[in-house]
């Protein structure tokens, strides 16, 4: 088995968030996101057909919900959003990468 590490490969400049599918099987995607000071496009909003439950093992982010609300996550803070529950990443960490591991599934 290839043994990969969840920090590693991480580019030195990024002009946009990595998206990076780490394991997809039936109806569950892993994946790691990495921003750094990155926001969601101003215009719209993620609206998933799948339940997304996110962690934060490095940095910080914000996400704002289109009812308003906000949540900050830091290290070890994670959130479960429910399908179509519409959300956009309006803050993360600009001096350090932060680092978002993000599992899909359902529905």
Do not use: C
Request: net charge negative.
């Amino acid at each position: 088995m290839l043994k990969n590490n969840i920090f590693a490969g991480i580019p030195e400049s990024m002009e946009q968030e990595l998206f990076q599918t780490l394991l997809q099987k039936d109806n569950v995607v892993i994946e790691r996101i990495v921003s750094k000071g990155h926001v969601s496009p101003e215009s719209g909003w993620y609206d998933q057909s799948q339940h997304e439950w996110v962690i934060v093992l490095q940095g910080e982010g914000i996400i704002s919900f289109e009812d308003g609300s906000k949540t900050k996550l830091s290290i070890g803070d994670h959130i479960n959003i429910p399908a179509h529950t519409k959300h956009k990443v309006s803050w993360t960490t600009p001096h350090i990468e932060t680092i978002w591991l993000a599992v899909f599934y359902g529905v």
